[in-house]
Nanobody
């Protein structure tokens, strides 16, 4: 079974930082890409960032590039999302997901942030940024 477990969420003040972790099992981690998404209350899922485990290639949504950094530890089968300078609008449930094999990302990106390109999702972790 493919399983992903997101953790590391919590309550943080504006300007603070959090590091989310996504630990995966049940698939060949080194051959896949893992993506982070978030969903704020009343809003659609938003793709944040993804990483291709085979070579560390990354892709970010433009609006979050520079504040959020994705990385992976293949030996631990874990993908991290470092979030800095957090803002109230970052409040959301954050999810990680593994991309379906064989997906070709748009615009020659290393990996996909398209919701329907994901094979399996972990349970989310809540991030709340207080002002």
């Amino acid at each position: 079974d493919v399983q992903l477990q997101a953790s590391g969420g919590g309550l943080v003040q504006v300007g603070g930082s959090l590091r989310l972790s996504c630990t995966a099992s049940g698939f060949d981690f080194g051959e896949r890409a893992v993506s982070w998404f978030r969903q704020a209350p009343g809003k659609a899922f938003e793709g944040i960032s993804c990483i291709r485990a085979s070579d560390g290639g990354t892709h970010y949504t433009d609006s979050l590039r520079g504040r959020f950094t994705i990385s992976s530890d293949n030996a631990k089968r874990t993908v991290y999302l470092q979030m800095n300078n957090l803002k109230p609008e970052d409040t959301a449930v954050y999810y990680c997901a593994v991309q379906k094999p064989g997906i070709i990302a748009a615009m020659d990106a290393a990996c996909s942030l398209y919701y329907y390109s994901m094979e399996s999702w972990g349970k989310g972790t809540q991030v709340t940024v207080s002002s």
